[in-house]
């Protein structure tokens, strides 16, 4: 009775997004164990470059979980990623602000570009995916006309058309740096606080169950006397935040503002959030699950790169394996 | 059929159940929510392929691959909730997945032919190139009807057909009911009503808990006899008696002049200039046909058409302007809607997150949630109402109508309200369940409630309302009292017929 | 708004240039979004600066063949005296080049080429020559042996091809062997994560050739996060000033190949044009490698 009893629970736990999440994220690691490169695979550095590698895409994903919760989606976010990276390297290192004040300023941006989209969806009742492309375009003309359509780095360009150069800021080089004796890189700390930010609305603040709430039945909450709109401007705002939080992360990896970075970044993090197992439909979902897409993603990509294959090969299987993990997801219960 | 079960994981919700549908009879399947009558015509209509347990056909034993198969043979079901696409015309509708093609091209003209020959035989006066989902949801029941009667249907079995029909188009069904049976077809009917039961049956099986508990002819089986099978215990009368009201009682909801905007814009009003009262530990009822307005009036003093609204309202004598309903719930209304699966619920969550959402504004001082006195709140709430659950994580969705129901109430008691709006609160609930809810009415009456009740179901409203409005066209049309109200005079003021009070 | 502009400016400038005898010149850019084409206009932009008889129209395609099309034509409705064209792709482009060839206007086909003869010039770099000698440099600076590694661009351009194939045919029969190759789209964030790759799996890697400057700074990152951009040296192609050419100045490219844009050739060639000199038929771009010893001296012309 006792071990029947066992068994049903252990049942009822396969059947969850989180461990379909967490299986598939185990299926690849044994893809990296058979596909290991002459050993690469084992390399400390290959777990701590991969992670390194998908944070950015990681942040951005942190926010567009909270967004597709509350039913809605953001294209925008890979243009802000290229808007806040061009803005950033500017501020500091053109107009020699201080990091903390460009830093505000940039966070400032991200945010005011989500609440715009948001004011869109919740005030003008457009649909998110209309919104958000339109504020996609946008963000990245913005970058563009900022930047002249250059790359904002330490090479400065005079009146006369010459170049001069000057010290790249060190706030660059700090967030590009790794930390705990060299384990972890600074951007992955700030993906891990991103999730931990994220996960604390979600499952700690009245604001986060009313993104649930909204997610899975709009007139249903706004029934109960959940503020419909605000809850929608705040998740799309805390999106823009993210994104600018990853376009800050992005420029000081490159050491320069690249207008055109970011691009089909919002792809990748929808990719992420949907194979961790949070629902495009709304109302069902979390930020555990996301680090476990955004894992699962991570690995593959670094699978196919330290086996150096082709870019035809490797756009096939990614599509492949997206669509095996998806539907894998779907038989998932919660 | 014989012998059937089904587990849904693990848990067994038929067990060596049968059924012996005869040519020409109204076999009417009875039981409490939950007891496995949906669960059984599913397995019937072949959209649960995996059962034990074996069906034959006309004397040869047949297993349905999916719900094709079964319509081939004219085994159709008119489900409990609408399956109408409503951005489709009613034409499109009536032959979704089964379009009558010539060389893959569609046949619109014979459709078209056919379909109105259909709707003629049903009297159903509708526009064929008009959206199935701008007709009000009686026609809209009435097209799903349509819709599985088109070709040849042998056994049709309805699933609670009427619980969203007038008394009219209820009417016409079972008119129509009684023309398939002449030509031999077989029918199932699922209902909780014992008006429409006694009415339309041959013969009656009664399921509880998954198991089969009888079947018998119609008149050898007795109203008492019928609900004891169902509850397995007998029910002291049908309605618990209302206590007498306090005299002088001061009003909780007062509204003058209350004139609400049509929100679906076809007319100009869907309420107008109209004034109610409802004091402390009174139950006032609003009766209505279909589009009478009476659910519009409670959505608008709601708040949920913000800037649609003009009038004055009172809660307990202090003003309130309906500007959202966060700000009704803070004055201290409660509006359980007519749709629990639209409106009420969201499915997905749990029971626990379903009843504090209303109420998360005590519950999460300062923005910050507080899981120990949500856990409280449900476990408290659980518990008043008897809502039977394995624990408040449980999906509400998995719940039975009724519980789900008790859910809605619970989440709007956590508001801790003054004035209940009831819109059908006991739509789609089984007996024994519509007896408690009937129970709590009358105790949260007791505890100074005041309760503005809709409801389309006549003993219902003569036996809990302490007064009755009855509203047509978006105005009231008559006021009764506990005493002079009859069915007669009600149903004349609902057609129009001003009445002297 | 400033389509209305271009076209206001356009019929200004055309109706101004016959009462002053100067010539309005028509710039259709496929892509601005490429630093490489900005540079390309700027270029143009500051050689026309010293001829004051000159008028520049510039056109943006935006990345888009049909976009690119239209502004050929109007720039042909709007009269202009000479077209320079950058074209997107060969073989859509080609019939609306050769409607205003046919018209009288002289063309000047700048980097990509098109179909037939309908253009009076083309001026052009070759991105094979260009593989070939960043190989041979390649070759002589590591003494003909040693690991490399190859960050290609897209392999589906005909630059990403031509780099590759270049190279590839220098280091023929030496003891250069490409240990890891991957492509990295021309983008920097991918380059370095595809050096990353190519860190963890070999201890001993002389040499990275990228396909082009941003790609070579992307991998030195890389090297750098791992500690190994000592032993490493990166080679990029493009050599623009604020890229390529500022990371040989700071010492972290060994060496970048100038892929010229062409912008002051055709400003040349436009000129003789309309001075009724027509220039050779084609005009094949001489690069310049950039290296730590020579960049204060403007880099060393390639043979």
Excluded at chain 1, 60 to 70: D, E, M, S
Excluded at chain 2, 111 to 120: G, I, K, N, Y
Excluded at chain 2, 271 to 276: A, F, G, I, K, M
Aim: aromatic fraction near 6%; glycine fraction near 10%.
């Amino acid at each position: 009775m006792k071990r029947s009893e066992l068994m049903q629970q252990g049942r009822q736990w396969i059947r969850s997004p989180f461990a379909r999440a967490l299986l598939a994220l185990i299926c690849i690691a044994i893809l990296g164990v058979i596909f290991n490169a002459d050993g690469a695979f084992y390399k400390w550095s290959t777990h701590r470059d991969m992670f390194r590698q998908i944070s950015v895409f990681g942040i951005l994903a942190c926010g567009l979980t909270v967004v597709i919760i509350a039913g809605g989606i953001d294209l925008s976010v890979g243009s802000l990623v290229g808007l806040n990276a061009v803005l950033f390297s500017m501020l500091t290192i053109h107009c020699g602000w201080p990091a903390a004040a460009a830093i505000a300023a940039c966070l400032l941006a991200g945010t005011a570009a989500g609440v715009s989209s948001g004011g869109l969806v919740a005030k003008f009742r457009l649909q998110p995916f209309i919104a958000t492309l339109a504020m996609m375009v946008f963000a990245r003309g913005l970058a563009k006309w900022i930047s002249g359509g250059q790359k904002v780095s330490s090479a400065v360009q005079q009146a006369d058309g010459a170049y001069s150069y000057v010290e790249t800021p060190a706030i660059f080089n700090a967030l590009n740096a790794r930390i705990w004796h060299d384990n972890v890189a600074v951007v992955s700390v700030v993906f891990l606080v991103c999730l931990a930010v994220t996960a604390l609305i979600l499952a700690r603040l009245r604001w986060g169950r009313y993104v649930y709430a909204i997610g899975g039945n709009e007139e249903a909450a706004r029934l109960s006397g959940v503020p419909v709109k605000a809850t929608q401007l705040l998740a799309y705002g805390l999106c823009g935040l993210f994104s600018a939080v990853a376009g800050l992360c992005q420029a000081a990896q490159e050491l320069q503002g690249d207008p055109e970075a970011g691009v089909s970044y919002e792809l990748t993090a929808i990719a992420i959030v949907v194979m961790g197992g949070t629902s495009l439909a709304g109302g069902r979902g979390g930020v555990g699950l996301t680090l476990l897409g955004a894992l699962t993603i991570g690995y593959l990509e670094k699978i196919l790169s330290i086996n150096a294959v082709g870019e035809a090969a490797r756009l096939m299987l990614t599509g492949t394996i997206i669509v095996v993990a998806v539907i894998f997801q779907k038989g998932a219960k919660r | 059929m014989r012998g059937i079960g089904k587990s849904f994981a693990g848990v067994r919700v038929l067990d060596d159940v049968q059924l012996t549908l005869y040519a020409g009879e109204t076999h009417i399947l009875a039981g409490e929510n939950g007891a496995g009558k949906s669960t059984l015509i599913k397995i019937l209509a072949g959209i649960y392929t995996e059962f034990t347990g074996e069906i034959s056909f006309n004397g040869r034993p047949v297993r349905f691959k999916n719900p094709q198969a079964a319509s081939a043979l004219g085994i159709r079901v008119i489900h409990q909730e609408l399956s109408l696409v409503r951005e489709m015309s009613v034409l499109d509708n009536l032959f979704l997945g089964r379009e009558l093609c010539r060389y893959s091209m569609l046949r619109r003209k014979t459709q078209r032919e056919q379909a109105a020959a259909l709707l003629q035989r049903l009297g159903l006066d509708l526009d064929l190139q008009r959206t199935a989902g701008s007709y009000p949801l009686g026609l809209q029941q009435m097209i799903e009807i349509a819709k599985a009667l088109l070709g040849d249907a042998v056994v049709l079995i309805l699933d609670e057909p009427t619980s969203a029909l007038t008394g009219i188009e209820a009417e016409k069904l079972f008119a129509f009911m009684a023309a398939l049976k002449e030509r031999g077809c077989a029918l199932i009917y699922i209902s909780h009503k014992m008006e429409e039961i006694y009415r339309l049956a041959d013969r009656i099986t009664v399921l509880r808990d998954g198991r089969w508990i009888g079947s018998e002819r119609a008149d050898a089986l007795p109203r008492a006899e019928m609900i004891r099978w169902m509850v397995g215990r007998e029910l002291t009368g049908h309605f618990p008696a209302r206590p007498a009201l306090v005299p002088g009682a001061p009003a909780l909801l007062r509204v003058t002049g209350f004139s609400v905007a049509d929100p679906a814009g076809k007319r100009d009003f869907a309420v107008r200039d109209l004034s109610l009262e409802v004091r402390r530990g009174e139950i006032v009822g609003l009766a209505g046909l279909q589009g009478a307005g009476n659910s519009e009036l409670l959505l608008g003093l709601f708040g949920a058409y913000p800037g649609g609204v003009r009038g004055l309202m009172e809660v307990e004598g202090k003003r309130l302007t309906p500007g959202s309903p966060a700000m009704a719930i803070a004055a201290g209304l409660a509006l359980v809607t007519n749709d629990r699966k639209q409106t009420g619920l969201i499915a997905d969550h749990s029971i626990r997150w379903n009843l504090t959402l209303a109420a998360l504004r005590r519950l999460s001082p300062a923005g910050w949630l507080r899981p120990r006195r949500e856990r409280a709140c449900a476990a408290d709430y659980l518990e008043r109402l008897a809502i039977r659950a394995a624990s408040s994580d449980q999906p509400v969705a998995t719940l039975s109508g009724g519980n789900q129901q008790k859910v809605v109430l619970s989440k709007w008691l956590a508001t801790q309200p003054r004035v209940l709006l009831l819109d059908e609160p006991t739509r789609g609930v089984d007996i024994g369940a519509k007896h408690e809810i009937y129970e709590l009415m009358n105790q949260w009456t007791a505890q100074g409630l005041g309760i503005l009740l809709i409801t389309s179901e006549m003993p219902e409203l003569l036996a809990l309302s302490d007064r009755i409005l009855v509203m047509h066209g978006g105005r009231v049309t008559a006021e009764l009292s506990r005493r002079t109200a009859t069915p007669e005079g009600i149903m004349r003021a609902a057609m129009g017929e001003e009445a002297a009070a | 708004m400033k389509m209305i502009l271009v076209v206001l400016m356009s019929a200004f400038l055309t109706t101004g240039a016959l009462a002053q005898k100067s010539f309005t010149i028509g710039m259709s850019q496929c892509n601005l979004g490429e630093p490489w084409r900005v540079q390309m206009n700027a270029d143009i932009k500051k050689s026309a600066a010293a001829h004051p008889e000159l008028k520049l129209i510039y056109k943006d395609a935006q990345n888009d063949t049909l976009k690119q099309r239209a502004q050929i034509e109007e720039f042909v409705a709007a009269g202009v005296d000479l077209l320079i064209v950058s074209p997107k792709e060969a073989v859509p482009l080609t019939p609306p080049v050769a409607a205003a060839f046919k018209k009288g206007i002289p063309v000047i086909v700048l980097d990509r080429r098109l179909v037939g003869d309908q253009f009076t010039c083309f001026i052009g770099a070759d991105n094979r020559r260009i593989g070939r000698a960043a190989g041979r440099w390649i070759v002589e600076k590591l003494h003909g042996t040693g690991q490399v590694v190859e960050l290609k661009g897209l392999m589906t351009s005909t630059p990403g091809q031509d780099r590759n194939a270049g190279f590839r045919e220098s280091i023929k029969e030496t003891g250069i062997k490409v240990v890891f190759e991957a492509d990295m789209k021309w983008l920097e964030p991918d380059a370095r994560k595809e050096m990353e790759s190519a860190l963890a799996r070999f201890p001993d890697i002389k040499l990275v050739y990228a396909h082009n400057d941003p790609g070579a700074h992307g991998a030195w990152l890389a090297a750098k996060a791992a500690g190994r951009e000592k032993d490493i040296l990166f080679v990029g192609i493009d050599g623009l000033p604020q890229e390529g050419r500022t990371y040989v100045k700071q010492g972290i490219l060994a060496a970048s190949f100038e892929y010229p844009t062409g912008g002051r050739e055709a400003i040349d060639a436009a000129l003789s044009i309309l001075n009724g000199k027509p220039p050779a038929k084609e005009i094949t771009l001489k690069s310049k490698a950039f290296t730590p010893e020579n960049i204060e001296k403007g880099g060393e012309e390639l043979p």
